[in-house]
């Protein structure tokens, strides 16, 4: 395991390692999520992520959970799966899933 002394050390060995194909960007930005179904004292960790292109591309696919009562992000993602181009995708980790109607 690499020991970084700071944060910019940390940043320049993962830039020197990482490449993405041309014409891809990534971005990543952690926040605290208050779920509103569920009373949490503290903020839960999650990680918006997107990955975007430069230009439109009609060759893209999409994996999705399986839940029956899936959350905005998947009924939305889902629908994206009919068009003819897309640019980029949102990811998120926390709150794809939602529980059942009047379920605890």
């Known amino acids: ?8 050390e ?10 993405l194909p041309k014409g891809f960007k990534v971005g990543v930005v952690p926040l605290t999520f ?4 569920k009373r949490v004292d503290e903020g839960l960790p999650m990680n918006l992520s997107i990955v975007l292109m430069d230009e439109k591309s009609e060759d893209f696919a999409g994996v ?6 899936p959350g905005h992000p998947v009924i939305h993602g889902r629908a994206r799966m009919d068009e003819k181009y897309i640019q980029g995708i949102l990811i998120n980790n926390k709150i ?8 605890e």
Do not use: A, L, Q
């Open 1 to 8: 395991m690499e020991i970084y002394n700071n944060r910019k």
């Open 10 to 19: 940390y940043e320049k060995d993962v830039i020197g390692r990482s490449d």
């Open 34 to 37: 208050f779920p509103e179904e």
């Open 64 to 69: 999705f959970t399986r839940n029956s009562f």
């Open 96 to 103: 794809s899933n939602v529980r059942c109607p009047g379920g």
